[in-house]
């Protein structure tokens, strides 16, 4: 073995693992689903109709149709079918200098869309009220904040940002600021003052962490495309009439390109070549260097499917979330809030090892809950009942586990220490709605109809309790419907075959035609069951 100082050379590369991280774009014609894959591991999923609107990031021209004190709100007609609501706290301290902005553009007084000769208005007070700066029918230039979700409509902000790859153009000011994960400081000055030499008069800059020790003509190219989108941006203000969407955020696909493009990002794959030639450029433009891994997937079996991502979605957006260990989650959703429960399933329950089989258990199961919350976009309360511990030092590791493995989400969140009860909190973003899909199937049986847990997981889930079963007992027979039956058994290389080698020992397969489709049992000669 090599060895690194103290530390053993495969401890080193476990510890510096890179995450394989493939994004599998498969468009049809009525929308787009976005996959993240780190690993194989499905951990992201994104839907983009096409042609939609009201995306997080567009920008509308709209007119305030009321003002509520009460709320110290108002509500925005953006053309949605209910209005946007927009929240004093969302108003940003340059309102007035947007306003005077909007009225100059609308009244032509501003023949084009620098703000160099534009004297900025007094901050508003963070403290006001609605009433003082608005009033029903004034035009109002908004950004959506959070998409329509259920029966409410958008939210919107008046704090205006355009977000670019490396950069963050903020209109109406001259801060410049930097990512707070650069920790030089040296490259945090180099950065600060670069872009304090080319950014335009009353024009604010956010530097995004990506743009850590990148080139002059990088970030130069960034923001002069930044600025020319808010020139395209004012073009339509000009013309447009109310309500109106003057800039439209990137597709989902770009602005996800654009987020999350790095070096350690391995293959992009696309099903539709329009699509791929799309995203070819939009490459070239933001990582030429990077256009070497896009892919158009060409075979007959459909993308998703040559992946193995439809199988994990089928696995993973249920309510009952399986795990490798046999472990599983129980996910319920309410109108306030969602509760996960942790349950240990099959694994061993001495009393020897009970807390010690609780503490890996609710490991696996915090690192599956912060892929479930990426994966489905739950946002605003989460409750977690993990299975009870009973030493200390164990429900703090649990608690800086659970932190760990919410680095990655990029959705601003928070985590409350376990509760007298156990309990662990959980607050996180939500911007977009749930990702909520089906996955549940609908089988004739004798006795009518009955809803199902997806059968393209059933191979999957008679494979993972045989490993256990197979450990146990030498004499193992599996008795399951015809159809399966013949599954198992087809062909040379079957099931069986596959079996053998591995657990050294045959593996009966029998069937009965009394068998549901979705049932079958672990017995052996004597027709005992194995598995309780």
Not at 169 to 177: D, I, T
Not at 340 to 367: C, F, L, P, W, Y
Request: hydrophobic share 40%; aromatic share 8%.
């Amino acid at each position: 073995m090599v060895w690194l100082g103290a530390t053993p050379f495969f401890v080193f590369l476990t510890k510096f693992h890179l995450v394989k991280k493939e994004l599998i774009i498969n468009a049809t014609p009525d929308v787009v689903k976005i996959a993240l894959l780190e690993d194989k591991r499905l951990v992201e999923l994104h839907e983009e109709k096409v042609n939609s609107e009201f995306a997080v990031g567009d920008l509308y021209l709209g007119r305030i149709k009321k003002v509520v004190p009460g709320l110290n709100a108002a509500f925005v007609d953006v053309g949605y079918e209910r209005d946007a609501f927009l929240h004093y706290l969302d108003l940003g301290p340059q309102l007035r200098s947007l306003q005077k902005f909007v009225q100059y553009t609308r009244k032509g007084k501003s023949k084009n869309s620098s703000l160099a000769g534009l004297n900025l208005e007094k901050d508003i007070d963070k403290n006001g009220k609605i009433s003082d700066v608005f009033s029903s029918g004034q035009e109002i230039l908004v950004q959506v904040a959070k998409e329509p979700i259920s029966t409410k409509g958008p939210r919107i902000a008046c704090e205006i940002s355009l977000a670019g790859r490396f950069l963050v153009l903020v209109p109406f000011s001259n801060k410049v600021s930097v990512s707070q994960r650069i920790r030089s400081k040296t490259e945090k000055s180099r950065l600060i003052n670069l872009i304090e030499s080319i950014k335009p008069k009353n024009f604010g800059v956010i530097i995004r962490t990506v743009a850590e020790n990148k080139k002059v003509a990088e970030l130069d190219q960034d923001l002069k495309d930044l600025v020319n989108k808010w020139d395209r941006m004012h073009q339509a203000m000009v013309s447009g009439k109310l309500p109106n969407r003057v800039l439209g955020e990137l597709s989902r696909s770009a602005s996800i390109l654009r987020d999350l493009l790095n070096p350690s990002f391995n293959s992009i794959v696309v099903n539709d070549p329009i699509l791929f030639e799309e995203t070819k450029a939009y490459l070239e433009t933001i990582s030429p260097e990077s256009s070497s891994i896009l892919k158009l997937h060409k075979t007959k079996t459909p993308v998703f499917d040559a992946f193995g991502i439809e199988k994990q979605i089928k696995a993973l957006f249920g309510r009952n979330v399986t795990m490798p260990s046999g472990a599983y989650l129980v996910i319920e959703h309410t109108e306030a809030l969602h509760v996960i429960d942790v349950n240990s399933g099959n694994t061993a329950k001495s009393e020897d090892n009970q807390e010690s089989v609780a503490m890996k258990v609710n490991a696996e199961a915090a690192d599956e809950i912060a892929r479930q919350l990426r994966l489905r976009d739950m946002g605003g309360i989460i409750v977690v009942d993990f299975i009870d511990m009973r030493k200390a030092e164990h429900k703090r590791e649990l608690m800086n586990q659970m932190k760990d493995f919410m680095k990655s989400d990029k959705a601003k969140h928070h985590i409350l220490p376990p509760s007298k009860f156990g309990l662990i909190q959980i607050t996180r973003q939500r911007v977009r709605p749930e990702m909520a899909i089906k996955t549940s199937e609908t089988i004739m049986t004798i006795n009518g109809d009955q809803e199902v847990r997806a059968t393209i997981l059933l191979i999957d889930d008679i494979e993972n309790k045989l490993s256990k079963v197979a450990k146990e007992n030498r004499d193992v027979n599996i008795f399951c419907h015809p159809f399966i039956e013949a599954y198992f058994k087809k062909g040379f290389a079957s099931y069986q075959r596959k079996w053998f080698w591995k657990y050294k020992k045959w593996i009966g397969v029998s069937s009965s035609n009394s068998l549901p489709l979705m049932e079958y049992h672990f017995r052996n000669s004597a027709g005992e069951n194995l598995l309780k």
